[in-house]
């Protein structure tokens, strides 16, 4: 076992916005936790070495919530290492994956040889969201409770599938409340499961076009968080009316919700490098949504920033598989896109990629409190660079930003005391 280095970041603007910090300190690192946070540390401490981070800005590591690993069974597309090495190049410490594996996360022993999988090859803390029903086939319920009593387990999802039937989703509710944990429905039709399949009395609602339905889920859904009292947290939200709807409940209600970067700043108008509108689900929506999303980012109904980090290989995109990934763009895309023109504040951002996530999903971190482990991101708000699939660390090149250039980066990430990623070179400790 290597032996944890002791860390001192000197000079840093240190933003911790739930311990009320914005001030240029000092960090002490000892074994792997954060000591002490003070003005002038001196580096009299065995082991230790001195990171001069002055100019840079140091805040809890950066969690993200909505991370496709696809191990097992698609590790053309990922792997939990180079999905691992891509969070810490993007200043991720911690993320939260998906269980649409193969086999999906849909019983305790999957969830244990996931589990296995992350302690030999993850570079970051990782945590899995369980499957909601049987493979998300929407059919039968999961054993939600067994699940959710796991650890590892934070949340239960059908990633990519909707919950169609309202007495299942109900059901799984009540039943996901018992361990306290949220419920993240995926509020869209899939290729598979479809609305126009269903009857009005079997979804709770009258379904609309297929993949216009993601408000009347919401809507269906705020009902069943009123009725269980289940936090959900729904992924990925598009449109202004599913935003109005959030709006109105939000503190009435236990729901919270994420976006992502692209349908905060891509319409459907929009063409990638190949000339492409790129082909993701929920779908790019209209030029409005974009500014309800946005505004509901600032007004704080939007709680998180999630890239849904979704890898495929050439050949799956070009068979229409929907996805982009994220995790290496979401940091500058949000510095540059919202931070620098003044859309949303530094404090803000920081919040919704590591003080609420680590509060909705109640796992460590989002904090830089003496006494816990050291997760900690620094970015530099005056880095340029250029987005170039060719330099990521994830094994898919599916990023509809190729090309943007971006100010703004993650140039340290630290996990529990130890350097993962420095100047843009992932390091592995083992
Ligand atoms: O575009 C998407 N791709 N949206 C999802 O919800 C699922 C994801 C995937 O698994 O590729
Ligand atoms: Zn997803």
Redesign the pocket.
Known sequence: MLKKKNILLKNGRVIDPINGIDSISDVLIIDGMISMLSQSIKPEYEDIEVVDVSRKIVVPGLIECHV?LREPGYEDKETIETGSRSAAKGGFTTIIC?P?TNPPIDEIEAVENLMGRIKDKALVNIYTKACITKSSKGEALTDIEKLGGHSGVVAFSD??NPVLKKGLMEKGLSLAELNKKPLSP?C?D?ASLSVKDFSEAELGFSPGKIFENEANFISRDIGYARSTGCHVHF??VSLRESIDHIRKWKGVVNITCETTPHHLLLDRSYRDISGEVP????PLRSQDDVESIKKGLCEGVIDVIAS?H?P?TVDDKKAG????IGMETTLGLIFNELVRPGIISLKDAIIKMSTNPAKIFKIPGGSLLPGTSADVTIIDMDKEWEVDVNNFESKSRNSPFQGWKLKGQAVMTIVAGKIVMKDGVVIRHR
């Open positions: 496709h998906e649409n990633d990519g995926h869209e899939s992924s990925h082909n993701v689900n929920p849904d979704a495929h598989a929907p996805g982009v």
